[in-house]
């Protein structure tokens, strides 16, 4: 299988000169964020009994402790909680959301879809899909939900990222059991109806567009056997042997992963404010997936963004694919590290592999 941490991307003429499709949905506003994770805390000490080394997690990858869902809880259960959160910070009713997008690769079935199941429980009046793209997942959606406000198409969209990797990762594996942990993270997203400097929220020297001032979507589908659950599709329906062998778990060559997530987060960061021209100096914040310390201070060493300005929070939730970023934006803005004129850093990335870059002005 070929590598692409070491594709030299300057060595054909007939490869694109960006990494990825990159857009745009200016004149869009997050409306309200929320976010759930379980009760229970399972700290590295608590992982102890299993084998598993506190102290090299710590040194690995930063991680203190993850939230594990209880037995009688699904993906769903923590959606509904995120967005109830959601909306109620952004003041909007339930029958106000056209839209539902889930972003999630552990839905509660493979079918009805898991957004299905959200509907039901919010009682809304909207369609609603399941984006199956990881730890890319929200920023596959979320870039989803700008276009259909940015088109016209929907007023109000409800984007939940939400996973329990708890229940995809063997026990029995030290090095990657440790590393995930469960949650939902919501977002309500809508069109920018009071315009710079027009409401009473709005800097008085703000200028330009709200929104996903630029965004790039990429995958390089040649790394899938780095991040994937062998069996339990189509290609390889689960069997009682299957089970035995741990089939159903993630496997993940943690190394090349490393090395590619950096990788695509420098180009594609770089890119992407290239195409909004804006200088990395003139972030407020960096909201990156939460999957590794290590990962982050590599990432942003070269972006040339001082730590200050790059938010963690994956010492006391882990890894949690899909909710990753929802759940630190939702924190961010419950700190006051989110103000409406700033300009955010979004980047998710990981098995596709595939990976999603946005600058957003908040």
């Given amino acids: 299988m070929p590598d692409p941490t070491t594709i030299d991307r300057t060595e054909s003429s007939a490869l694109p000169t960006t990494r990825g499709r990159m857009g745009s949905a200016p004149g869009v506003r997050i409306l309200g964020c929320g976010s759930y994770v379980p009760d229970k805390v399972v700290t590295n000490e608590d992982l102890a009994a299993l084998g598993c080394d506190s102290d090299w997690i710590v040194r690995r990858t ?7 869902a209880a037995a009688d809880q699904a993906t769903s259960d923590l959606c509904y909680e995120a967005a109830l959160r959601c909306l109620a910070d952004a003041s909007v009713s339930v029958d106000e959301i056209d839209l539902i997008l889930v972003a999630t690769i552990t839905p509660d079935h493979f079918t009805p879809s898991t957004a ?3 509907q039901r429980r919010l009682g809304a009046f909207a ?16 870039t989803t939900a700008a276009q259909f406000v940015s088109a016209g198409n929907a007023k109000r969209v409800l984007v939940v990222g939400a996973d329990l990797m708890s229940r ?28 710079w400097g027009a409401g009473v929220d709005e800097p008085a020297d703000a200028e330009g567009p709200s929104g996903l001032l630029s965004y790039q979507l990429g995958s390089e589908g040649c790394g899938g056997e780095m991040l994937c659950i062998p069996g339990g599709g189509t290609r390889l329906p689960l069997t009682a042997e299957g089970l035995r062998d741990g089939l159903q778990y993630m496997k993940m060559d943690g190394r090349n992963v490393f090395k590619w997530a950096v990788r695509v987060f420098d180009d594609s960061a770089k890119e992407v404010l290239a195409a909004a021209q804006v200088d990395a100096d003139e ?7 939460q999957a590794n310390q290590r990962i982050i201070d590599a990432a942003v060493s070269d972006l040339g963004v001082s730590k200050d300005r790059v938010f963690v929070n994956l010492d006391r939730y882990g890894n949690t694919s899909g ?4 759940l630190a934006m939702d924190e961010a803005f419950r700190q006051g590290r989110l103000v409406r004129g700033d300009y955010v850093l979004l980047c998710g990335f990981g098995s596709g592999l595939a990976w999603g870059t946005a600058l957003l002005r908040y």
Wanted: proline content about 6%; aromatic content about 6%.
């Fill in 283 to 289: 972030l407020a914040l960096v909201i990156m997936h």
């Fill in 323 to 326: 909710a990753s970023i929802p």
């Fill in 116 to 118: 299905c199941h959200l």
């Fill in 62 to 68: 930063g991680i203190l402790e993850r939230r594990h």
């Fill in 127 to 142: 369609a609603a899909m399941d984006l199956s793209a990881a730890c890319a997942g929200f920023m596959y959606a979320l």
């Fill in 168 to 195: 995809t990762i063997d026990p029995n594996d030290k090095k990657t059991y440790p590393l995930f942990g469960d949650a939902a993270g919501a977002v309500l997203i809508g069109p920018d109806e009071t315009g």
